[in-house]
T-cell receptor, first 112, second 114 residues
Framework: DQQVKQNSPSLSVQEGRISILNCDYT??????FLWYKKYPAEGPTFLIS?????DKNEDGRFTVFLNKSAKHLSLHIVPSQPGDSAVYFC???????????FGAGTTVTVRA | NAGVTQTPKFQVLKTGQSMTLQCAQD?????MSWYRQDPGMGLRLIHY???????DQGEVPNGYNVSRSTTEDFPLRLLSAAPSQTSVYFC?????????????FGAGSRLTVL
């Protein structure tokens, strides 16, 4: 049973607008939440993370919001650029885990 | 700086054949792992290792075998390939564990089992 869920398989957004990607989790023991970005024929690369003691983390155009009570996190990309077109995976783990749980991914397409 | 190197990039097998996917990292990472990516399933952990001589099972270990004789290498063996093992396989490593430590992924190995 998947502990991390991304319910939107795809998202299409116009260049310059905001992209919002959502992720839900079921395991209340998760302490770290990460977003990875993947281009075709490449491996995933780390994008941004947040620990459970925070509710927001920002890095340039990327911001991750965490709502622990709702077991929900979201990734905001502002403004969206054509190079942001990729698959985005949400992932989570506990403090001393050796297993990272991934969501199914959301494919983002940024239209010019 | 090569990072995580996976070979081969592509492989076609017949049902029942065996093969080994190779993974090597040059970052002196203690933690290494293998994932498979399937449509609609995301990335699922097959096996992982927290250091030379230490391995453990992940979410989907059946049909796969691993060993870790050196810090640098973590090969994944398919003992008797089945069509259900058709997938893209990723090797990943980190300094120590996951969560607080970011995983570095290889470019992937696409396996087709006929």
């Amino acid at each position: 049973d998947q502990q991390v869920k991304q319910n939107s398989p795809s998202l299409s957004v116009q260049e310059g607008r905001i992209s919002i990607l959502n992720c839900d989790y079921t395991n209340s023991m998760f302490d770290y939440f990460l977003w990875y970005k993947k281009y075709p024929a490449e491996g995933p690369t780390f994008l941004i993370s947040i620990s459970s003691i925070k509710d927001k983390n920002e890095d340039g155009r990327f911001t991750v919001f965490l709502n622990k009570s709702a077991k929900h996190l979201s990734l905001h990309i502002v403004p969206s650029q054509p190079g942001d077109s990729a698959v985005y995976f949400c992932a989570a783990a506990g403090l001393n885990d050796y297993k990272l749980s991934f969501g199914a991914g959301t494919t983002v397409t940024v239209r010019a | 700086n090569a990072g995580v190197t996976q070979t081969p990039k592509f492989q076609v097998l017949k049902t029942g054949q065996s093969m080994t996917l190779q993974c090597a990292q040059d970052m002196n990472h203690e933690y290494m792992s293998w994932y498979r990516q399937d449509p609609g399933m995301g990335l699922r952990l097959i096996h992982y290792s927290v250091g030379a001589g230490i391995t453990d099972q992940g979410e989907v270990p059946n049909g796969y075998n691993v060993s870790r004789s050196t810090t640098e290498d973590f090969p994944l063996r398919l003992l008797s390939a089945a069509p259900s093992q058709t997938s893209v396989y990723f090797c990943a490593s980190s300094y120590s564990g996951v969560g607080a430590n970011v995983l570095t992924f290889g470019a992937g190995s696409r396996l087709t089992v006929l």
